[in-house]
């Protein structure tokens, strides 16, 4: 033969169907022991040698994951240690592509990779936006069931042609970012703001303000409504949602414009920055802390630690970001749109946030109120 020999060749030799030589050498479809065997055999005796390139364009399986950075996140190396670790485990290799743009550049720049053929799937750790229904990667095909009638392992698709199920890649965009790249879904979550008035409130404060973070913000309203629901539902005092921004100049705003019979006060501040601006606050006004106020953060800043008094805050695994973020690739890669149905959901057991109690929130002095 002065050719070399095609998947076509193997199929005639055998008396099967060419699709059923891609079965034999995939193993995705059952296929009868006496039949694998003629198929094997015609493999042996023509030389064949399916070309692995082509397939891998076909059926996706390159072994290969993108992450999508935005170049604006916060602490991305944390969030790629983790998404990357997922990765690995799994037994995939991953490349980091970052992207600076508003949704529509970063949807265009994943549907770019997506289409290349080189990747598997993409996890956006980025602004990304709803896909038109026409743009989507995927949109045009899907994956190809083992029972349809499978083209040659021999040859990649012809110049020009446009088949999703042979480019396209499975897209993942995190779900604890919205489309700004502001916090949501469980990094959102602000269940720490209730555990904080509890235990505040069984230290003796009965007495409660909140100072919030920009409504434009997943997290900050969640922090806000939390906070209304714990003080109502333990019938403690509020002095109200002082609205603000993530600075420190808010939580002094707030402290000075108290009345001088406020203290003892809990403060739960929007986050670390603020929190620090409250602890300002309270100092030009002479109240001690702890004693007559205590405060809280969120964030848990490299400096928090070491601030006098040092601050009770929240800590944010943001390896455990990238983690449920390649997580959840993975969950669509091996079954679809969720997963398995046995299979456990991806989010579970794995907490974001977790409270650090430190010296800004001890228990008041008798004589402070």
């Avoid at 913000?217 to 906070?227: D, G, L, N, V």
């Avoid at 993530?246 to 402290?255: Q, S």
């Avoid at 006098?308 to 695994?317: K, M, R």
């Amino acid at each position: 033969m002065g050719r070399a020999p095609t998947s076509r060749d193997v199929a005639s030799a055998a008396g099967v169907a060419q699709s059923t030589v891609s079965h034999v050498l995939t193993g995705r479809a059952t296929v009868a022991p006496e039949t694998r065997e003629r198929v094997l055999r015609a493999i042996a005796d023509l030389g064949y040698q399916p070309n692995l390139a082509a397939r891998s364009m076909r059926t996706r399986r390159t072994g290969r994951l993108a992450v999508v950075l935005s170049v604006s996140l916060v602490r991305p190396v944390q969030v790629l240690d983790g998404a990357t670790q997922v990765a690995l485990e799994a037994g995939y290799a991953v490349e980091v592509h970052s992207v600076e743009g508003d949704a529509a550049t970063v949807r265009e720049r994943v549907a770019a990779l997506a289409r290349s053929g080189q990747y598997e799937g993409i996890a956006v750790l980025a602004p990304l936006g709803p896909w038109p229904a026409e743009a989507a990667p995927g949109a045009a095909g899907g994956t190809r069931s083992s029972d349809d009638a499978a083209p040659s392992d021999d040859a990649a698709p012809a110049e020009g042609e446009a088949s999703a199920d042979r480019g396209s890649a499975v897209v993942v965009a995190s779900p604890d970012f919205d489309d700004h790249l502001r916090g949501a879904g469980g990094l959102a979550d602000a269940s720490a703001v209730r555990e904080f008035v509890a235990h505040l409130a069984d230290l003796g404060y009965h007495r409660f303000l909140h100072v919030a973070g920009p409504v434009a913000y997943p997290s900050a309203r969640a922090r806000a409504e939390a906070y209304r629901a714990a003080v109502t539902a333990l019938g403690v005092e509020s002095l109200g949602v002082h609205q603000g921004d993530w600075g420190g100049a808010c939580g002094v705003e707030a402290i000075l414009a108290l009345p001088a019979d406020a203290p003892p006060l809990a403060v739960i501040a929007a986050n670390d920055v603020v929190a620090t601006g409250v602890l300002r606050g309270a100092h030009e006004r002479g109240w001690t802390q702890p004693g007559q106020l205590a405060v809280t953060g969120w964030d848990d800043q490299p400096t928090s630690a070491f601030l006098v008094p040092s601050l009770t805050t929240v800590t944010v695994d943001r390896p455990e970001l990238g983690r449920r973020a390649m997580r959840l690739l993975l969950a669509r890669l091996r079954g679809g749109p969720s997963g398995p149905a046995a299979a456990p959901d991806p989010l579970e057991d794995h907490p974001v946030h977790q409270i650090v109690w430190r010296e800004s929130t001890l228990a008041r002095a008798a004589s402070a109120g």
